[in-house]
């Protein structure tokens, strides 16, 4: 590792300007460098958008540009914030080249943030090479709140991290030296994330003190950070906080001294930091305390809270992941994939306008491949929110490369078919589908303290696509793997090629070594890495693929199963429940069939799964022999981590390989029809 | 819980003098009670010996004796030390009734500590009933060492404990308060303990620094206790010491340096406790430091520590644990199983006089069934120590109920026919069958500071069982429950009838819900509880069972397997090499056959999983209801608590009834021929 790493692309990331390649149009950039122009009655946010500005052109171009408020009378960058928008609007900029003698290249926006986020897009055209001509764009985001959730813990731990320790926290304390939090307000404004989540939604002691006075003044500093970058901080907290903090005997939703103790809360809170977003809330899950506990629901929970934060325009993210976590395998009539559904729809229209649900994008966890949740396009009068998790719990913890955002993609462009008509997923959480006043994205981070952020330097491309795809839900995989590359590695460079190239085939290849068909869970239990077929199977998690030595997969249709597929719109529905028109990559999450079942292509299930575990295994060396010519053309401490991951990857993958195809051989006692090497 | 705890039956175990039964027969020791005559030059031990008899006779008869170094001139009980017998020549004690005018009940033993053992057995007798003629007997224990060997952290934690925190340890520290050490003490000298290792074999920071002068006067403190009742302390120490405390380059056994190091190390400590045990040592094994690290042996690594403890008369127990903790399941030709023998057996001869190797009972690692480890009766000029698990990792962590003498026995009295001639391997651990001049047993300590100090309060009978087997290997398994539930629960009470029934049945019952014939390995992975019968199948760990649709079990034999039957004596490893002659028990450690297999009673091996699941489950609950109608005859807080676990063994054996059936149906398609419920 370099000494000065933190001025190497792996920290710098997606934002190296010094490493930004020049070509000929991107060169003209250079005399609009002189000077840049903000109003002097400049709020930070345009301050941070100026000075972000003055930097890259001094790292680009070599020249530092003056800031001025008049018009300099020569080439220059504007910044100027329109009206900023109502709450729930969106956001938006636009990007605009006036010639003439004193040519301007303007950038505004609604208020500081829309510029914010245009100065971010306008380099971006810089990186990629293009002309200020070119870089003119008008854009528009209707996701109101795209977001980052932390899942860390105050001891520094992070939950499901895989990146190092926590950028907010340590030792039970808020950390003091913040010097890093600005550099990644500035990677995630610089993608469009405009709100941030600090901590872990298991609010375990002592974290659910962060909303004492005790921790408020430190966390106010990491808020303010964040909003000079256009970034409103929320924070978890736990349901009984009433009780655990305030000394009060209940938590109930529906007791006064409740409702005033978070009225109070809330308004210390709001003291300390005036923009503070609001409050992200797991409850009744995995053992966290909820509404239930006192026989209220999740409306009322949500809505109690909801009702403290309103006065200062507050938000209530409430997560839709409630389900029964004591299941017994051997009932196969409950379903978990049923639970965010029957927990949450019967409730549209009882929550408080400044409540949105969050709800994961597939039923059960974060699978490689799951169906989108039939609960988005249930629920007409809620404003809903989906959670990515852009850390790779179940996707291989940053040591195997997956590029998730064609996942995501997915889920966003799923048509729910909501009343017979076309209900794209997207629509729905934007609210645009059903007028719903909030909405958005949220990623669950996959950053740590580690000199590269995200572990995984390729997984970077993960939170920058996260981030783009939150502003611009239309830009595909493929497009923001691209541009993730080329900012990175330099406009059209081989090494970029490579990475895209790499990038977009990734998911597919963990998805082949690993669990075939959208079955899931072949994970070790607890940590979630590596193979365990019957890991999950005998267990309390709901979560079971039903093998045995005729067949597998779980039988979910509503004719002999547990009518999961009755959740879904009726022409969605038809789909899944008869496995000849089901989607195949989901065949056995809705079907148990007989290995010798066959596949579209003729091959058996069994030969399918034979197949893509050699396939996927063999993918995964092929990555390795894609990245190793790149060495001299990459920072070499980004290609060692990548090439020491890379290799981790493979052993990992031939270990699934292994594991999956002798336990089905074992099972079946069918061989390899292509005689290829399966243990016994 | 009654709020003076710590006088109940579940804090006091078997040595509650109050709830003794008196009889007919036990009454005439009532007149003894006068006086306790011991010399005026005694030490501490001899001390502790007539304090303990004062308190069980005011207990036990309302008359607290007179302390007297005179012949009192009425009947009483004299203590009398002969001359201590050289070390390595293991203790004795008798006691005799004089009549006469001034009758007297003489316990006279071979150094203090033999009075001390001899005590405890003449209150054995009091307790049990008998009268002062039937307690006169002249005991001899050949086992040098009667030791128990504790897994406590310095953070307090216990690894594999099941019983509460450590008794010496907490927070980084060493408990100051260490009131509750005396009772523990007085407990394992009742038993015939007579040495302790305080901390954990996997020596993690901080505890290296125990051997430091940072910890040693602490330690000192609870070795005092300890000696006052003839239990020499011993410390696990980290091979890496001199490196990781010590500051030198290397830990090389052969560096000069190093053996200076140790041999300073050993000066200091045997300053502050002058009868100091020695060091117990776990090295390379597990990611241990060892003397593999230097690329020297285990006799070299052995040998430095003995060289520098000889001058004092210490001693080094080595653990013989060491095994590749990195195998390739794919790989069938390497196994665990022989690695203790292989890493030591090649070594006979070269360790120093005062080196003791500790080899686990079997040969992988506590599981309910195993072979006896082959290496016992494989060295002659080696010390031996045979190492159990009085700790139920494997075995319920006394949650189930596991009595675990009847294992122990059978390793004891296991014949390993060295040079073709009886040796039993009790006679290669007391030395007696080499003239090897150490020996004796170690077991994993079951204690912690929970209100019963073993969890399960039958698991006390555990720790009485492993103690007295100590002392008196020939004692059966039955004849030790009796003595403890007898002392436990008043001498031929119904109670004790009950629970030594319960205790005699419950390695049995444990072993038919859990794993077959010896196959071990049906636990979840880490924690080593449940069922996970696939938990460790594609592992690193060398813990297989190769169950596919067909067959199950591991081929261990010269023939076609790894050949560690080739360990044993010939005519041992004849008759495990064929199924047809190896102990049914035992099948499926020793081979892979056939579900089709038939038993000698007729029955298929499928057959047999299947019936042995179902009798288990239903012998568990039997169990219960065996216990139930103890209610109002056994102390509150013990009935109770040995109900609560019970509930837990039914809903866990239920459990693993259903795993484990499922698991061999989904597997094989072959149904119960009883047709009784296997889930599907």
Redesign the interface.
Known sequence: MRKDWKNGPLYRCWLSYGGYRLTEKSLRFRPFCRFVRIPEDAGPVLRSAAEEWRRAAGEIFGVRPGLTADDPGCPHVRLRADEAAPAGAGSGFRISLESGPSPCLTVSGRGESGVLTGVFALLRAVGRGRSPEEAQTEEESRNELRMIDHWDNLDGSVERGYAGRSLFFRNGRVLRNTARITDYARLLASVGINAVALNNVNVLPPAGKLITGKYLPAVAKIAGIFSAWGIRTFLSVSFASPAELGGLPTADPLDEGVRRWWARKADEIYRLIPDFGGFLVKADSESRPGPYTYGRNHAEGANLLAEALAPHGGLVIWRCFVYNCHLD??DRSRDRAKMAYENFAPLDGRFRENVILQIKSGPVDFQIREPVSPLFGAMRRTSQMMECQITQEYTGQQIDLCYLVPLWKEALEFDARTDGERTPVRSVVDGSRFGTPHGGMAGVSNVGDGPGWTGHPLAQANLYGFGRLCWQPALSAEAAAREWADLTFGARSPAADTAVSMLLRSRAVYERYTSPLGVGWFV???CHYG?????YE?SRWGTYHR????GIGVDRTARTGTAYTAQYSPSVAAVYEDPKTCPEELLLFFHHLPYSWRLRDGRTLLQYIYDSHFEGCAEAERLKSDWLPLKGQVDPDFFAEVLRRLDLQIEDAR?WR??VN??F?????VPDEKKRKI??
Chains 1, 2 share one sequence.
């Open positions: 395998w051997r070790n239990p607890g193979p365990s077929v019957d890991g005998y093998a045995d030595c005729k270990e292994d594991v002798t336990y051989f074992r099972k079946t006692g243990y016994p």
